[in-house]
């Protein structure tokens, strides 16, 4: 396909197969099984070929894109899951009061739109009019980077925006599912049994409702961050983050297929060790689910 | 609360105005639900006879760049001076029949195969859920990504609108199957068992009807999922340029320099802003579609 590409861009046939053949740790003329268990040897051995955007190896630009990916989205994975189930536990004790009809219609409307809608209003009021967050770039370029807390705090500042896109968009369901959550849970005789014993409420609260309200949350939390990785194509572009999701928008109109891959290759591990991890905490969270 | 979902559905489903009438009723009611049955079909009008009513001149003047809103241009124009409104109402049309069909392939997919799960179960059962956890698991927009550009060629409305329910099947076949593994349990199924009717009667002439509720709803987020998944692959620039797509024009408009260009603005937010409403109108309408299949929902008795 990308000698295809290049052939389209007025390269002979043989010198398209040369430059591909410098670009990926496989031989783009061998049957397609052959690279695909040569793509596979190149990836356990770090090498994922050259990005046809930037000329450099994708391992090195992807080595420098996680960080800040990584750093975005469990800042706005935390944020947004606790609030949202604080809320939901709220909004569940309050059920049927005007707050909780206003926060549900707007959780379920949030949770509808697309992050870079999000991205860009908040762009165009907090940052281009009130001037109140920088416009773009992960950190203020006049300062020298290193662990100063003029540094760490810019970091913070930058991803201000950013995160506050993501939390908008996610926060919807975490409420939504700890409201529908907690409310089946306040109806359990456990719960009427603590309060009969005159336990103190704010005991039957934490460790008596909330505990068992917030365990199935922990089942979709490695869904949602594979939503959030979709949702980091479109943030990190505006914001000019150097994220994989920058990258991967940036390679999508030059079709960059090396750099695609990557990302996406980048991005699936993610999402599946994440998964895993999710699981493992599931385990220890909920005893009755332990193995063994 | 499944027995009155159940009961409701069938009476839906069993017909008559009367019927029509009371859920209409309860849609009219409630005013945020009726507001958002009210942007449906304003779009819908819109993407019907729009492109009919509005022409799109397509001439580029490269003197009226940007113009803000006035009599002459509703929203405005773009970077080479066409007009805004016009675009937005050319696009409309594209955009709702992608998600139309879109909609109604995932839908499908998700029934056939959440259905088969459920009521088949053993083996069937753990193969195709193993098989739609790997399709939750995988990030579905990258994916989508990868799979429009290794296709090198223009998609047609059906091809985009298939990738897109083979890629977004999985969120609502797992609902489906646990409803049917539910209503599997109910008395009425059991009775019919019982009674000896053949798996097709229980299939068709019970289970189904009793599905339907649940089948719209899938419909309506299915076709939420499809305006923003498609909107979002022209936006990032996976897909082949058209000057009248919503996605086309915010990626043109943020390439211009909109973020920090207030003159772009209305090119930018307008198809922005259509995204936004319709979003919310079809959620709204599902709001409705709760109230009307499940009666314990509603505001007021």
């Not at chain 1, 630009?61 to 949202?84: E, K, Q, R």
């Not at chain 2, 019982?194 to 309506?220: D, R």
């Not at chain 2, 937010?269 to 314990?296: A, W, Y």
Request: contains cysteine.
């Amino acid at each position: 396909m990308m000698i295809m590409q290049l052939i389209m861009q007025g390269y002979d046939p043989e010198d398209a197969a040369r430059r591909v053949a410098g670009m990926v740790p496989f031989v783009p003329t061998d049957p397609v099984h052959i690279q695909y268990i040569n793509f596979l040897k190149g990836f356990l051995s770090g090498d994922l070929g050259k990005s046809i955007l930037y000329a450099q190896p994708i391992t090195m630009i992807l080595v420098y894109a996680i960080p800040w990916t990584a750093f975005l989205v469990s800042l706005s994975l935390v944020i947004s899951f606790s609030l949202g189930v604080l809320l939901g536990m709220f909004m569940a004790y309050r059920r049927g009061g005007i707050l909780d009809r206003i926060f549900s219609l707007a959780a379920s409307v949030t949770r509808a739109l697309p992050p870079y809608v999000v991205g860009v209003i908040l762009v165009l009021t907090l940052a281009f009019q009130a001037k109140w967050f920088p416009l773009m770039g992960p950190y203020d370029s006049r300062i020298p980077p290193g662990f100063t807390l003029e540094f760490i705090s810019s970091l913070f500042y930058h991803a201000t925006l950013p995160v506050l896109a993501y939390v908008i968009t996610t926060i919807g369901s975490w409420i939504l599912q700890m409201k529908s959550s907690t409310v089946s849970v306040l109806g359990e005789y456990y719960v009427t049994a603590a309060e009969a014993r005159g336990l103190p409420e704010r005991r039957i609260v934490t460790s008596y409702v909330g505990r068992n309200a917030v365990l199935p949350l922990f089942a979709s939390l490695a869904i949602s961050i594979g939503f959030i990785f979709g949702g980091s194509t479109f943030i990190e572009n505006i914001y000019s983050y150097p994220g994989i999701g920058r990258y991967l928008a940036a390679s999508v109109p030059a079709r960059d297929y090396t750099m695609m891959m990557g990302c996406f290759l980048v991005t699936t591990v993610a999402v599946v060790l994440s998964n895993f991890l999710a699981d493992l905490l599931y385990s220890r969270l909920d005893p009755r689910i332990r193995l063994g | 609360m499944a027995q009155s979902i159940s009961q409701n559905a069938e009476r839906l489903v069993a017909g008559g105005i009367q019927d029509l009438k009371a859920s209409f009723k309860i849609i009219w009611r409630n005013r945020v639900s009726f507001s958002g049955l009210i942007i449906i079909l304003v779009f819908t009008l819109m993407a019907a006879v729009g492109p009919e009513l509005v022409p799109y001149d397509r001439m580029p003047r490269v003197l009226d760049r940007y113009l803000p809103p006035s009599r002459e241009h509703v929203l405005g124009t773009d970077y080479a001076g066409r007009d805004t409104f016009a675009q937005i109402v050319h696009g409309s049309r594209e955009v709702l029949i992608v998600a139309f069909l879109a909609a109604v392939l995932t839908t499908t997919i998700s029934i056939v195969i959440g259905i088969s799960s459920g009521f088949l179960g053993g083996k069937t059962d753990t193969a195709l859920m193993t098989c739609a956890d790997i399709f939750l698991v995988i990030p579905s927009f990258p994916l989508l990504l990868i799979i429009v550009t290794s296709i090198p060629r223009v998609l047609s409305a059906l091809e985009i609108a298939f990738i897109l329910s083979v890629v977004g099947w999985a969120s609502l076949a797992r609902p489906i199957r646990t409803r049917v593994l539910s209503l599997k349990e109910e008395e009425f199924i059991e009775s019919a068992r019982c009674l000896g009717l053949s798996k097709v009667h229980i299939l068709f002439k019970e289970l189904f009807p009793n599905l339907l509720p649940y089948i719209a709803m899938s419909l309506v987020l299915a076709i939420v999922g499809a305006i923003y998944s498609q909107v979002s692959l022209y936006f990032i620039g996976a897909m082949p340029y058209t000057s009248t797509n919503w996605g086309i024009m915010i990626q043109t408009a943020i390439n211009d320099g909109a973020l920090i260009n207030p003159k772009v603005w209305p090119y930018l937010l307008s198809p922005m802003m259509c995204l936004v409403i319709i979003q919310t109108g079809f959620i709204l309408f599902l709001h409705s579609l709760e109230e009307i299949f499940n009666p314990r929902l509603r505001s007021e008795a």
